[in-house]
């Protein structure tokens, strides 16, 4: 009985003591809970806009393109489907993309003998450079439900094609156009009925003259029709539905890698290489002379002209359109015997050739486009070591921009730049209120001046500590075609948008994590040049 009431005592006595313990742990817990407060879950919202139905009209830039193609795993991760992710946690609908069903796409820069599709290019590091994958896919037709589809972008597609049925002779949009040769893509837009959208054309308008060399001015679009298809879209959009949007206009073209891959000067000579070269083009550099002797060309055209080189780095020899034919001028020299017939044809390539500058007071530096890096240094004759482009024998002008097109380009692209600023401000005029904002890619702030070092002088961005590159490395955010970003250049855009889209309408959006997304993929012996 004694044992049985110790017994009872001690297990009141435990309790009591378990209690006052639970009491002294729960009170500790508080007071740490007040002092370091559990996160909580971000609240998102849409602020004043609506993101139930957003569509996204645009070109490449928007298509998820990448890689010289449209696939997959870019379209996937294209600005408007990351978009649309964010936009999911504060009301966003369903957002669906013309799927192009195809893990490699269709390359469309480069083209292969016998019929063979290559697909998105891959970067090859024993090149080092750029690779199509050698099993690409026809473009085929959208199968899905068109009458759902949220993103209306077309690789290729100009600002002046916006409401053109003829558009249609672009597969990209005869895939998925509601009735190709008759259909527009401002009236699927409209009639889609967006509560908001996110535009952006123009870059065409500019880019494919710069991406041909600038060898023919009728690709670039003229101010007067530029601002009057800018002009029609904006109203259609604000008079034909409710929607707010985000218009974005021509970044920096040629700060892309496309330009910037291959230096004006990329051509490595030793002093022997040098010399016997300024020996060779010794009568040429005469016939230039005597050229502006006879008035025939100016003395600032023969120095442009004459050719030099020395032991370094040499400026890339290249045509250049704008300069005197002196092919007159050379058959007159045959004519009075003053050069050869055998001469003269060797003479032939070098009517309108000069080297490219580094050192022009308004454009700084000409530029190489991407693509002559397959050339450069390649014998204009097989086995022939004589005969080089780019070093002894001039590569097309095709290949390069020289200071004229690039002030040509430059000014084209601010004219336009400057009109879509002047009509996004018009139409919110217009509409009593602010519907439309406008991320001007330009802006000292924004992440393009940071990623070309154009406000600190230094190349790259950083992103969450890691140091981004802007090019098609493994650590950069430009695909391997040197034009579009890659899926985390598409992420970083998105988060600019995002932040933009807060700021002009009070919404609250949670970011793309741009780390977690692939980078450019390597070749893994599934490339042209591993074959």
């Not at 920096?252 to 010399?275: E, M, Q």
């Not at 002797?293 to 080189?309: F, S, W």
């Amino acid at each position: 009985m004694k044992n049985n009431l110790r017994s009872l005592i001690f297990l009141l006595g435990f309790g009591v003591l378990l209690t006052a313990c639970e009491g002294s742990f729960d009170s500790l817990v508080e007071d740490r809970l007040a002092e370091n407060p559990l996160p909580t879950a971000p609240t998102y919202s849409k602020g004043s806009a609506d993101f139930s139905t957003y569509v996204a009209i645009g070109n490449s830039l928007s298509a998820g393109y990448m890689d010289a193609a449209l696939y997959d795993l870019g379209q996937n991760h294209s600005v408007p489907a990351l978009l649309a992710k964010q936009f999911a946690a504060a009301g966003g609908g369903a957002f669906n993309q013309p799927s192009i069903n195809s893990v490699n796409g269709f390359n469309t820069s480069v083209t292969q003998p016998g019929g063979v599709i290559l697909g998105r290019f891959k970067l090859d590091t024993s090149i080092p450079g750029p690779s199509p994958v050698v099993t690409g896919s026809a473009i085929t037709a959208y199968t899905g439900n068109k009458s759902t589809l949220n993103n209306f972008s077309v690789p290729g597609m100009r600002l002046d094609q916006i409401d053109s049925p003829a558009l249609a002779s672009n597969g990209f949009y005869a895939r998925f156009a509601s009735a190709p040769g008759t259909s527009t893509v401002l009236a699927e837009v409209v009639a889609r009925k967006p509560s908001f959208f996110t535009f952006w054309l123009g870059n065409n308008d500019v880019l494919q003259y710069a991406s041909t060399g600038g060898t023919n001015d009728a690709l670039l679009t003229s101010p007067a029709v530029f601002q009057e298809k800018f002009t029609a879209a904006m109203g259609a959009l604000v008079t034909q539905s409710t929607a707010k949007g985000v218009v974005a206009d021509i970044p920096l073209i040629s700060a892309a890698p496309f330009f910037r891959a291959v230096g004006w000067n990329a051509i490595p000579l030793d002093a022997a290489t040098a010399g016997a070269l300024n020996t060779q083009f010794g009568a040429l550099n005469l016939l230039l002379g005597a050229a502006a002797q006879a008035g025939y060309i100016t003395a600032d055209e023969m120095n442009l002209r004459k050719l030099q080189y020395a032991a370094g780095q040499n400026a890339i020899l290249s045509v250049d359109d704008n300069l005197t034919d002196m092919g007159p001028f050379l058959d007159q020299m045959l004519a009075i015997g003053q050069i050869t017939a055998a001469q003269r044809a060797q003479l032939e390539p070098y009517r309108q050739a000069r080297q490219l500058i580094g050192n022009h007071p308004v454009v700084g530096s000409e530029l190489v486009l991407l693509g002559a890096g397959a050339v450069l240094g390649t014998p204009v004759i097989p086995g022939n070591a004589q005969i080089i482009y780019g070093v002894s024998y001039p590569i097309s002008d095709a290949l390069t921009l020289t200071a004229d097109e690039i002030i040509k380009m430059e000014t084209a692209r601010q004219t336009n730049n400057a009109i879509i600023k002047a009509v996004v401000e018009g139409t919110n005029a217009l509409a009593g209120s602010k519907r439309i904002a406008l991320w001007e890619t330009n802006n000292p702030s924004g992440i393009f001046y940071d990623l070309f070092g154009l406000s600190d002088g230094v190349l790259g961005v950083r992103v969450d500590g890691v140091n981004l590159a802007p090019d098609f490395s493994p650590n950069g955010v430009f695909s391997t075609d040197g034009v579009h970003p890659n899926i985390r250049g598409n992420a970083i855009i998105a988060n600019q948008m995002l932040g933009l889209i807060e700021a002009e309408f009070g919404a609250k959006l949670p970011r793309v994590d741009v780390l977690s997304l692939p980078s450019v993929q390597l070749c893994a012996g599934d490339c042209a040049s591993q074959r």
